[in-house]
């Protein structure tokens, strides 16, 4: 067995297959790959430099669209006073048995409690009351990149974290079509940053009345398959009519001369679509970089580095792509160019780049893609435009083999045996059809686990037949059942 | 009176008087501006966008900085177990009064007590401990951007907040030297951002004992005097020696085979700079913008924007400008220039574009200066140059004006009765010899609440007299002594 192959031995050895335990595999990666780790608090990761790289290119990838559709950010307290709870009990009420409880500052009793954010609504709306006077202040559009808590039992890096990080749109308007807009509006810009920058290909939709955000007149979601077949809910959009206005009286003198209550909406995704992508595009070497996100696009791992010229060139390169890419060289000396593939495997670095004394002499180099291992030579001459080529193809392709994926695991079901049969084989995508009953939604999850993950948009809809999967009743719509995490 | 006239008139109405109170003035450009509103959380203050644009800016300025010179970005969590307090009781105790803590989750008492961070050290240097094995593992060279709360009796937009934005640099490394030179880079990194960005000079200089970090060897710190005469500690950057690595146990085995203990390093700045900016550059009739960190570089404002040709125009300039800057455009009919004119400059913006028939017709634009208003007509051919070269000379002439106030109010002292009596007439920097000796420095500020700002770096030293200001023994060095924020 070669050095080479011991390596990569090594390495697989230290990650569990994904076919043997996924739940296994996805930890493996996750430290591995130092993409997050565990920390002393319970429940809360540490996002790692590796890790947070992603998030800063998700946030940079959502932000420009924010604000070229008007929004701007803003920074709101993340304590709130209990009081303020009064004016909005329902909505409280979906989140207060997550929320974490402030009642000392130093050794005194606070003389009223504060709880930590699981979201803004609360204290946003109560600032856009002040705010907003008439329809000229209106639309309001504000966003805010923040922390927000949710002390849940159970837990995992990345995909829920009692402590996470996430953007929270929240917009006010004169007008429910206003705000309708506003909701779906956000939806698309939330599948644009999941496709065209995670190559992680969504289904859109409504959600069912059970499963809205609390205070929601809609909630709309993007719903991804997971190389498990499990879905993720990965981003959502609210419609909160005037619910909220009402709550915290957001009123505004309207074009007509008289007093109204604002439309608002709410949206939000997290780092919850790190692992997304983890659990989209990974496989049994390591993770997959969309390259757009990609903390590294290009790694230069220089061959026989102790011969002359090799590392100066290696460095020429590096410095050369650098311009137009997120390119990094891997000059250590102490490892050997195969453990250093294998690394570079591990952390999913769509590009990787091989310079040896060879390829200096016929002024070229190699490029071995990450998705699919094709060695390719290119003269140095042609090496830029063939790195932006490249990084576009990995993710078409990154992106066409997760919705191949999703679609040859999308079944058609209009039998509840079979339905059954299939959920407890395995982690399926179902089509199926809803008479809009919850006790229906409520058997389906005790019987198989799995939930209505959304109400497709109209184009989407098909008639798979005129009864409820279920009850056998008249169906109303057709849904997408899976079970999530 | 002309309308105009009538409403600077109102505008100036709203905004107290520096000279007059000079707190209410900074309260009333605060809130009047948009940049802050105070929020139903007791201490904590909304950044609202206009103010948040700003902080987005100095983040961009200094994070290139940070990532140029190897530090990479991640996130640790905000809550921290109390257990962890064992183990740095000295560090701790500095911030124990003014530390929230974190009882309850949902109805349930929590098992262990948590505490919101006030600075990150305890959760920071656990994760080092592990994550650090060899001195191949170094530098080891993190930042993180986040909020942090210190429960303060007394608070001010920006300047004293319960809860505030800012980034935590933590660094570990193989020795001492190098963890000074780590030190020292950052505090050159922050002086650049303040004024080469912010265009707020800034003495620099070792904090006396007193006034170091708990837990630090040394505090190194820069201060900007506001246009009270009273200084603003801008940013500090902390020499932590070995103390946090042998508390949380960072050892790592050295180049010898051996073991050692790493040396760390802290640094921060915060959306306290904000408020250095309103009270460095403002004046009675608002904020002044430096151009670098400027929400809006150029706003343009179309005159007679009912007649022909006049709005397109405005909006052909507006897009015109924004390939290369910041610019905006004030299109609303419901105000008249004369008031816009005046709201901008409150905001601060550096420069304002005026736009009407006539200078359509001569083909010309009209530039005000926010800082001289000096008005400039320009032809259309030389706009950007002259933007961008007028951009840079505002940024110039705000820098050199802060300087030469300060220098103006920068007094020798060497008699102790002068020194009281200059400091009951006014707030000034006052340069004097101190011998070392800490009641002196408490003494100095029972008689005239003034503080030792900093020791100055050899290079800035004077030796003003033989003897310390205070008690008259002989003198280890020169310090800054001001009243501070």
Chains 1, 2 share one sequence.
């Not at 009123?251 to 909406?265: K, Y």
């Not at 590392?311 to 000059?331: G, N, T, V």
């Not at 079979?418 to 395995?426: Q, T």
Request: overall charge negative; hydrophobic content about 35%.
């Amino acid at each position: 067995m070669s050095k080479e192959q011991k390596n990569e031995q090594q390495f697989v050895k230290e990650i569990t297959s994904m076919e043997e335990n996924f739940p296994q595999w996805y930890t493996d990666i996750v430290l591995k790959a130092e993409m997050a780790d565990y920390s002393p608090v319970r429940g809360c990761m540490v996002i790692r430099p590796y890790g947070f790289a992603v998030w800063s290119h998700i946030q940079e990838a959502a932000d420009k669209r924010f604000k070229a559709t008007g929004h701007k950010n803003a920074y709101f307290p993340m304590l709130i006073p209990e009081h303020l709870l009064e004016k909005e009990a329902d909505h409280f009420e979906g989140f207060a048995p997550e929320v974490l409880w402030v009642t000392h500052g130093g050794d005194e009793e606070l003389p009223e409690r504060l709880f930590v954010r699981p979201t803004s609504e609360t204290i946003i709306n109560t600032m856009f009351a002040k705010w907003i006077t008439t329809y000229r202040d209106l639309p309001l559009l504000v966003n805010q990149w923040c922390n927000v808590i949710r002390w849940e039992k159970t837990t995992r890096p990345f995909l829920r974290t009692a402590e996470f990080l996430w953007q929270e749109g929240h917009t006010c308007h004169e007008t429910y079509d206003e705000a309708q807009k506003e909701t779906l509006q956000m939806l698309e810009i939330y599948r644009q940053v999941a496709e065209d920058e995670l190559a992680m290909p969504v289904l859109l939709g409504r959600k069912s009345p059970k499963e809205r955000f609390a205070g929601a007149d809609e909630t709309y979601t993007m719903e991804a398959m997971m190389h498990d077949g499990k879905a993720l809910q990965a981003g959502t959009s609210h419609n909160l009519g005037q619910n909220f206005s009402k709550m915290f009286d957001i009123e505004f003198q309207n074009r007509d001369g008289g007093i109204s209550n604002v439309w608002t909406t709410s949206w939000g995704i997290s780092t919850r679509l790190i692992g997304g992508i983890i659990m989209t595009h990974g496989d049994n070497r390591g993770l997959k970089m969309p390259p757009r996100v990609a903390p590294t696009q290009v790694i230069v791992i220089p061959v026989a580095q102790h011969k002359e010229e090799v590392l100066d060139k290696a460095y020429d390169i590096k410095e050369q792509l650098s311009s137009k890419f997120r390119a990094d060289i891997d000059a250590r000396d102490h490892y050997s160019p195969g453990w250093k593939f294998n690394e570079w495997e591990m952390k999913g670095v769509p590009l990787r780049l091989e310079i040896g004394p060879k390829d200096i002499e016929k002024e070229q180099v190699v490029l071995v893609r990450r998705d699919t291992h094709d060695k390719i030579f290119v003269p140095m001459a042609e090496l830029e435009d063939t790195v932006a080529r490249l990084l576009d193809e990995i993710h078409d392709n990154l992106f066409e083999m997760a919705k191949k994926r999703r679609e040859e695991n999308m079944h058609r079901v209009t039998d509840y045996e079979e339905f059954k049969k299939l959920m407890s084989e395995k982690n399926a995508f179902v089509k199926a059809m809803w008479c809009g009953d919850q006790d229906c939604e409520d058997q389906i999850k005790a019987d198989t686990a799995a939930t209505i993950r959304c109400l497709p948009f109209e184009h989407e809809q098909e008639k798979l037949s005129e009864t409820c999967l279920c009850c056998g009743k008249p169906a109303k719509t057709m849904v997408y059942v899976a079970k999530a995490y």
